[in-house]
């Protein structure tokens, strides 16, 4: 049976990159978050179909995530996977593009928005990290994530507001998909206790957040356990030309709780 989370491949920045190209229109480039065992397809999968109606969407596995290739001889950051990203971008020869990220890819497109502004069109941050917060429990056990189908269980309820939603075969197949070979030592590489550290690391200077012309859209659950709602305000209250959508009965995963 194929494997619907595997695209099409390209070699960008250096690194062999697994990614998902469809529709037409102006480029929308969708960016993952950092869960264990994340794909670009798991994230998006109930988006992508959709807005590839009236746009090109694009959605890659950032380098260390899914079936993309990993770092090799240089540690994780926020300045490498942004090279990554941006050499997506110039494999596809794209100029300007709209940017989507959830969480982790909330703090990837921010970064990109204010490193290289002239790349970007227009922001969606979505359950967005990208400034400093505390850790909270729930991130601290998503990053801090030790393989089992029990321990994946318990994170899928921390994550979605509907526990319904987080079925046995749901969290049988995120267990295998970050049980695959090379995963767990790529994620458990990427935010190292003290776990602070990473939110930092992620983390844009407001100053440069102000600065940012975009126009964005902010987006969160009211009930979001692993991003702080507080972060939501917090990027309305510096971006200036933003909008600003809180859901309610919705956890961290706003893009399938409220898929439509």
């Known amino acids: 049976m194929s494997n619907p989370e595997i695209g099409k491949t390209m070699v960008a920045a250096g690194i062999t990159t697994n990614y998902h190209d469809m529709g037409e229109g102006e480029p929308v480039v969708m960016i993952h978050?950092?869960?264990?065992?994340?794909?670009?397809?798991?994230?998006?999968?109930l988006n992508m179909p959709v807005l590839a109606e009236?746009?090109?969407?694009?959605?890659?596995?950032?380098?260390?995530?899914?079936?993309?290739?990993?770092?090799?001889?240089?540690p994780y950051s926020k300045a490498l996977w942004r090279r990554h990203l941006i050499g997506v971008l110039d494999q596809l020869g794209l100029d300007k593009v709209d940017l989507v990220g959830n969480s982790f890819g909330g703090a990837l497109a921010l970064s990109i928005a204010a490193e290289h502004p002239d790349r970007v069109r227009r922001l969606v941050l979505m359950g967005a990290a990208g400034i400093d917060f505390e850790l909270t429990p729930g991130l601290d056990m998503a990053w801090g994530y030790e393989p089992s189908l029990e321990n994946m269980k318990k994170l899928l309820e921390v994550f979605a507001y509907d526990r319904s939603r987080v079925t046995d075969e749901l969290a049988e197949l995120r267990y295998k998909a970050a049980a695959r070979e090379g995963v767990q030592e790529?994620?458990?590489?990427?935010?190292?206790?003290?776990?602070?550290?990473?939110?930092?690391?992620?983390?844009?200077?407001?100053?440069?957040?102000?600065?940012?012309?975009?126009?964005?859209?902010?987006?969160?659950?009211?009930?979001?356990?692993?991003?702080?709602?507080?972060?939501?305000?917090r990027f309305f209250d510096l971006i200036s030309d933003a909008e600003l959508h809180m859901f309610g009965r919705c956890g961290h995963w706003t893009q399938i709780e409220h898929a439509a």
């Open 33 to 45: 978050g950092s869960g264990p065992g994340v794909t670009a397809w798991a994230n998006w999968r």
């Open 54 to 74: 009236r746009f090109r969407v694009i959605a890659a596995d950032i380098i260390g995530f899914g079936y993309s290739g990993r770092a090799v001889g240089e």
């Open 186 to 233: 790529a994620f458990a590489a990427m935010f190292p206790a003290p776990r602070q550290d990473g939110i930092r690391g992620l983390a844009t200077p407001e100053d440069q957040i102000r600065a940012l012309p975009h126009k964005t859209l902010i987006v969160h659950g009211r009930e979001d356990r692993v991003i702080p709602p507080s972060n939501a305000t």
